[in-house]
Structures are given as C-alpha cells and as structure tokens.
C-alpha cells in the first residue's frame, strides 16, 4: 500500500506492507535514534512524535500514520543537545540506549508543561525504562535543565 | 588525598553527545541492513532428543540462504563464558546439539535474505522430538537419575569438582579453624536458609550481533560485547577455525551487567557467515534474551553464625548449593564469592568458618555472569542471618556489625588470604548513621493509616578483578601537535571506562582531557586485556594506563634530552614542555611530537600490561527506610542511604551513578524480579510485561557519598565500583520489612503477596 507522511519536515511516498511497524519504517529510513527494547510497549525506548504527541513507535503500524507528520531525534538535534547536555553532566546518559526515547518524552513534557514538580517528571516520564542510571541522575540534569531555562527566563 | 587535577572530577563522558542526540553508534546502527538475517529455532521442550528433522521444505522458501542443524556443526565441545583460558567453566555445549536442555535450547539455525522469510522457514522445519523427563528443581538434581549431560565428549578443564555423571558442575568445600568446636562453644546460633532466585541482566540493548568476510579471508565479528579477545577464542573453540582467522570489534554497547560477558548470539551468525561467506547478523528479541540468554544464578544458601551473646561472631558456616542450569557458564567461579564475600566481611572476630557448594546442572535456562557475581547471593542470606542475629540477641544491627565488621590491615583467611589493604567500612557505617540518622529512627512505627514505616540496613564488600588472572593492557602514543591516543580493550558498556581511564592518562602526562582520544576492543589492533568484568577495568586496565603514561613520559624526555643535548636527570616534565630543571631550556611537547615523526628512532608509544596479585575489596553500608501497606502488602522505598568505599572516586558523576543504577537492580531485584517456570520448564517470564524492572516511580530516594581510602595497588588509590553497589539493596529491605511485619523473608523476590501472606500468618 502506498502511504505519504513527513519525516522530519521531508515529505516520503512510499510502499510499504500493510503489517509495517512504524519503527521498522524510521529505521531503514536512517533513523537510528529509534530503538527498539522490549517489542512489548513497556520500555519507552522507540518513542516518536505523531503530530508532535509521543507515541511508541513499536506499537503503530506505518499505515496507521499515512498523511501525518512525524518527528525523531533526528529532527531535534537542537533540542537534544541543549537538553541532553543536562543529562550528560550528571553522567546520567550511561549506556545511552534509552536516551533518545526519554529524550523524545522529556521534550513532550517540556512543551506540555513547563515547570513541572519532581512527581509530575517521574509521572510523566514512568514508561521510560533505564537499566543503567538508576534515574536519580536523569532527574538531577531534568531539574538543572528547567532551572537553567527557567534563569534564561525563556520557556522551553 | 592527592591533589588531582583530572581524575576525581565529574568530567563529561567522552560519547556523551553523541548518545544524547541518539546517534547510530550500536551494532545495528553501524552494521548494513542488507546483510543475511539470523535466526535460531528454540527447544520447547526442557529436555528431548532430535530424533528426526527435516528442513528440506523450509529450505525451498524463496529468500532462504541456508538452515544449519546439529548435523551440520563442528563436534567440538566448548563454553559460550567469557573467561581467562583454561576456563573454569566446563567444555558443554555444541553450536548445536541433538540433546537439547532447556526450553530455548539451539534446535536450528536459519539465514535468509529477509525477515519474513526466516519466520517462515523457521514454522516449515519438521522435528520430531524424543521428550525426555527433565530436572527442573535443583534441589533434587545433584546424582538425579537423569543426567544433563551423560555425553562422553563432555570436559572440564579445570580441577573444580565436577561431574557430568553426577550432575555436578563443582563442588568444593574449604574449612579454616575448628568450626564444630568453636560452634559449640557459642551463645547464640542463627541457622538458616535463603533463597535466591535468577534475575535477568536486563539491559536495555538485546544481544546482537553481525559477521562479515573481511578482504583476507578473515570472518570479521562486530557486535555488542565486554570480551573481545575471549570471544574470539570462544568462536575459534565453536567453529573449530583457527583464532587467527578471526577479527573482533565492539561498536557502544547498550548495557551489559554481565550478560554481554557470555557469548549468547555471536556463534550463530559467525557460523552463517563462516559457512556462507556472506555477511549476517542475528539480533535477539527481548523473548529470546529473556529465556535464551544467561542469567543470574539461582542459589539456596544455608548459614549458620555462631556467637557471643554479646555479639561477637566467632563461628560461620556457609553451604551453597548454585544452580548453573543447563549449561555451565560461570557455574564454578560465581558459587566462590557467596561464600568468600559474604564471610569475609565479618573477619574482625572470627575465630573458624566452612564454606562448602554444590553447583548442579538442571533442564533450566543456562545461568551466567550479571553484576555481583555470586557476591550478591551470598550478602543477601548472610546479611539478613546478621540481621536476624541481632533480632534475637535484641541488639542494634548496627552495632553488631560495628563489632564484627572486617577492619583495614586484617587478614582475611576466607579471602585468600589477602589483607585488607584498604578499608574505609568503619567510616561508611558511621557516614550512613549520620546521613540517614539511624539512632533517632525506630525500627518500625505504625503511621496509624495502615501503613508502618521502617528501617533496614546491609552492607557488603566486592574485589577489584580478578586476583593473579586479569589482565590489563594500554598502548599511549604520542601524535603530531602533542595529543596522545589510547588504545584499550576494555570495553566502555556504559559505564565510562573510555572517559576514565582517559581521565587517569591525562592526569599522568599533565595534560587536558581534551587531549587524549580514545579507541579501542578490536581483538586485531588492541593490546590484550581479559574485558570489561569482574570489576576490573578501573583497577587493573587502570593501572596500566598509569604505567604506561609513565613510560611514554620517559621516552619523550628521551627525545627532549637529544634536542637539548643533555641527560634525562636534568629534565623535568611539564605537561605541555620539558624543561630544564634550572630552567634555562625548554622544549615544547609540539616540538617532541614533530622530532618524532623526522629522523627519529625513539619509539613514542608504550604497550604496558598490569596484573594484580591481589583484590582489594571495595566496600558499602546500605540503609533503607519504607512503608508496607498492611492492607496491599505492598513496600513502598522512601529513602535509601548508600555510602560506598571505592577508593579514590575518579569520575565522581559516573561512581555515583553507577551506585545509584546498582541500587535500582537490587531494589529490583530485592522486590520484584523473578524468573519462574511452570511444570514443563517454560519460563512465564519472557517479557518486560511480565518481568518487571523498576521503574522511575519505585526507587525512591536514593542518597549517595563516598567515603574514600586508599589503594596503594591502584591507580590513583582507586578500586573499583561496578558490581558492590548491586549487593545491600536485597537483605536491607527484606530486614525493614522483618520489621514493619514480624516476618522474615527468607526468598527473592519480597513480592506484596509474600508480604501479605506474611502478615496474615502472623496475625493467626
């Protein structure tokens, strides 16, 4: 079946089989920041924006997507830097397989609510799992990034 | 301390930035998409034979490359552990086998040009089984009437006891003074048994890997590895090929905790490709690392402490019975350190112990390395035997620990010996009290809503690799402009190592840490090191680095001294230039860099290879505070104090992250992580559905210091960190739910359900 969507802001018309995985599709389309860990959705790690909503890429068949536009970390370099640069000076990134799904969710959280509570970062962020840091250092470069922002006066 | 200027800093991990912006730097990112894909057909059956199989119709789909069965593999036995040869770990597998184990057992192995294909294939085999009764509880398999492995082919290389006509993987017991006299004189005797079950390593990247042809001939493994040079020995064992026809290399890794120290998929691509000459890689589900992979040994621990009823232990007695499953990776080694950690870290009265183990094969999923190592296990049943001591001499679990706790400059005959160098414990206890205020707290009060708040407290000891067996190795060599590259093979699986031990070149040579480039575990280039594990990499690869910086220091002074016509002794090594030491000449580090690469015959780059005699033990106290839910019997972590003796932190971000990380697995560990199976064998948990890692909301506050001493045999005074962190989580929190509820839990995982069963028991 043929679909159409924006990847990254370039538009791609493409034939795809009606059982592709949305992540099956950012990955042989060079978006390798788009993980799979779990294949379950229960990890977090493939997480993309639809329309600028989080989803679990793994969970979504490509189909499901035709016409729409869809955002990785690929297409967020800018944020990723400035934002991961937190996670990065707590040492926090470890492993960095999980980074650029909670990456993609914290940038979500960041929009939808600027000045969230230490409860309302753990809640937002529960479905991203990490096996390394132990996620005390991923709060720690979260609250140093929204103080930072927040110092610069601007919102994220 | 030492005045330091880059090690015992929190400087930036040196891929940081490309893992935060998720740039492809994994096996399957790095390798073609378009190569043979790999996949394995697993046993559903926990112990059978092939009687028949036929893959001629599954071979006729379209895209199918080839389908490999046990027909088809070398007969030479080998081990999939990644260890120091000969390995301890007994010669048991095939890369194939017509017995097959356990349900997840190899039964074939398929390539084709596509997914679809493969899956295809892999329905269209036809196999007929010979089912045969398994062994599925280890308490009964040691001389079960059924054997594991009855084949004559099976070996162990090393004296450790076993026998594969007794379902032995090892056995050994050790006895250091007269245990039954001085037993028999005590007090107080606590005697019981624990429970440890398999935890899964977990880490976030599957097991993964692809094999190409390289241009001479050579089969090219890349792929998601803490062991190059030990997996190239491995899949020369496996292949039956020549280990100079075999190159290995290791892109960033996603996590490994042990898991990535066997090696679960290399062989079967490697086989592929070797066979095929086509390029092939096999990437794990997380179903397949979850009930095909190696985890955590399942092990019953019998302890028995004798004492004053002042406190004093005198006396213990450990038996351990592992099981290995149906494979023995790290069967023999892991068992040694529930007895040896756990015993040690109560050297400062003991007057005798025993320390017996039985290590037994069964038909369930072979067990492997995961941080801890045994160690784990061990701590968990000694520290709550602590715990359970002090409850019935009604004395501070503390304070009991204060008098018997292992002191710096001892002994220790359950240790092999070794003297405990350098031993902060003492100072970690006395940290933890102040941090988390131990005396004002209760060990339980009752909030009056249900639920009762409480305390607990564990602490532990590890080693710092591998004692008279690990190697580490560093090549440093000055480049043109003064930059210096080194050249490890330890591999960085996240925690840091390229970022620290680049950290410990810089301080050596004076220089920024911008100046050293790191690269590294290529099995062809790399200069040999055993790997990143056993807690290794920091103390032994670390202090190869020192070395070798030191001599690539004296080389350049070399050269500084025949530009400047005169003798080393007169010079002095300033980082950026080489002076005089009257001050009267100097020359640039750029200029020795240019002199090396024009007329030059000094060699500017040094390999140095470190081994080390001893282990010196890092240590920790652990304390918890939670709440139980009386109602739910759900444990709820509040606070949670961690103050650890590494030595000299040298990147005080990643120890204290590595702490924290460590924490959560064995919050996980202590609380929820299981792995069962049901009455054929199958394990229930084979996904992160049902196996289930803590999450952001269940690991409370965590609170981390270090209290450092120092390790003359390590870099900087440095020992390592990796795997203690992992061990107080299980036996604080099962000794602050004794006393929330009045009931100790004896086996892992302290599931709500076991709470409130606990209760209620008590209750009537």
Redesign the interface.
Known sequence: MQIKLWLNGKMVTEDVAADMLLIDFLR?HGC????R????A??G?CTVFVEDKPVLSCSMLVARVDGKKIT???GL?EE??D???F??????????????GL?MNAIAMFRENPNPTDEEI??Y???????????????RGIKAFLSFKKEKGGVC | MADFKVVNKPIRKIDAMALVTGKPVYTDDVTPSDCLVVKVMHSPYAHAMINEIDTEIAKKVPGIEAIYTYKDVPGRRFTMAGQTYPEPSPYDRLILDQRLRFVGDGVAIVAGETEKAVDKALKLIKVKYEVLEPVLDFRTAKDNKVLVHPEESWEALCPVGADNKRNLCATDLSEHGDVDGVMAECDVIVENTYHTKANQQAMMETFRTYTTMDPYGRLHVIGSTQIVFHVRRILANALDIPKSKIRVTKPRIGGGFGAKQTCVTEIFPAFVTWKTGKAAKLIYTREESQTASTPRHEMEIKVRIGATKEGIIRVLDVYTLSNTGSYGEHGPTTVGLSGQKSISLYNNNLEAYRFGYDVVYTNVQSAGAYRGYGATQGIFAMESAVNELASKLNMDPVIIREKNMVKEGQVMPSYHDETNSSCALDRCMTRAKEMFDWDNKPLAVDLGNGKIRSVGVAMAMQSSGISGVDVGSATIKLNDEGFYALSIAAADMGTGCDTILAQMAAECLECDFDDIIVYGADSDSSPYDSGSYASSTTYVTGKAVEKACLQLKEKMCKIAGEMLSCSTEDLVFQGKKISKVDGSEEITLMDIATKSMCGNTEATQVTVSHSSKVSPPPFMVGMVEIEVDKETGATTLLDYVAVVDCGTVINTNLARVQTEGGLAQGIGMALYEDVTYNSVGRIYENSFMQYKIPTRLDVGKMRVEFESSYEHTGPFGAKSIGEIVINTPSPAIAHAIYNATGVWHRELPITPEKVMMGILKNEN
Do not use: H, M, W
Not at chain 1, 88 to 100: H, I, L
Not at chain 1, 125 to 139: D, F, K, P, T, V
């Open positions: 042989a390798f920041s788009v993980k860990g779990c294949e379950t229960n990890c790690l990785t970390l690929e370099q990723a830097e934002f991961g640069a996670i990065a000076d707590q040492g926090a990134e470890q492993c960095g397989f999980c980074n650029p990456i753990i809640q962020l529960a479905g991203n799992l990490c096996r390394c840091s132990g996620y005390e250092g991923q709060l």
